[in-house]
Nanobody
Framework: QVQLVESGGGWVQAGGSLGLSCAAS????????IGWYRQAPGKQRELVAT??????QYADSVKGRFTISRDNAKNTAYLQMNSLKPEDTAIYYC?????????????WGQGTQVTVSS
């Protein structure tokens, strides 16, 4: 099992910055990749960014503004969000892809709210 806990959400004015953290525990050595997703009210959950041994990927809507990183020694992933816009308002979730018992399994954190005011 892998447990994920997000932190760092909050309220910020448009143009501001926030940093999110995702702390992993449990079978962390099985984690292959980490992703950040978000879900705004009334909308489907969408991919924001991922990081793995294959590299980093970003949604077009956040390219150039958000940066994903990972500190394996601390079992923590980060999402630095700059130049925030009101449309970035959502609950942000951390997701881990772990290789367990010969298959990939996916784990989610509880989410952290990010609110950007105009």
């Amino acid at each position: 099992q892998v447990q994920l806990v997000e932190s760092g959400g909050g309220w910020v004015q448009a143009g501001g910055s926030l940093g999110l953290s995702c702390a992993a525990s449990g079978s962390t050595s099985s984690i292959n990749g980490i992703g950040w997703y978000r879900q705004a009210p009334g909308k489907q959950r969408e991919l924001v960014a991922t990081i793995s041994s294959s590299g980093k990927q970003y949604a077009d809507s956040v390219k150039g503004r958000f940066t994903i990183s990972r500190d394996n020694a601390k079992n923590t992933a980060y999402l630095q969000m700059n130049s925030l816009k009101p449309e970035d308002t959502a609950i942000y979730y951390c997701n881990a892809e772990a290789w367990r018992s010969g298959v990939f399994k996916y784990y989610w954190g509880q989410g952290t709210q990010v609110t950007v005011s105009s």
